[in-house]
């Protein structure tokens, strides 16, 4: 098998790492880092219960402990309802802030 010149040999490789270089950017993750280093979560919507509020709260403040335990809070209470979106974006205030404080394991066994 013969080989390609070498000036298409050349586009395939840019064209592959401008490729890889585009996905990786797309993947990259949606958290902002602060000035002190630390993600921002901000409340997406005002109609947030008072313990998501609080746990927001408590996390821009940075009692990210407080912030969690908050967060389950608001969380074993909205699995009585219905909604969704809400227990979603709890779920990852949650998952976020288990990050933040480096258990990993938590934020990944968070059911």
């Given at each position: 098998m013969q080989r390609l010149p070498y000036?298409?040999?050349r586009i395939w490789l840019v064209l592959f790492l401008t490729t890889l270089t585009l996905c990786l950017w797309l993947a990259h993750p949606?958290?902002?880092?602060?000035?002190?280093?630390?993600?921002?979560i901000t409340a997406k919507s005002s109609a947030l219960t008072q313990p998501v509020q609080q746990g927001l709260?408590?996390?821009q403040a940075g009692d990210i402990q407080g912030a969690i335990k908050s967060w389950e809070?608001?969380?074993?209470?909205?699995?009585?309802?219905?909604?969704?979106?809400?227990?979603?974006?709890?779920r990852t205030y949650i998952?976020?802030?288990y990050q933040q404080v480096g258990q990993i394991s938590e934020a990944i066994s968070l059911n």
């Open positions: 000036r298409i040999r949606t958290l902002t880092i602060g000035q002190k280093g630390s993600a921002e709260q408590l996390y809070a608001a969380l074993s209470n909205q699995q009585h309802h219905s909604n969704y979106s809400e227990e979603i974006s709890i998952a976020r802030a």
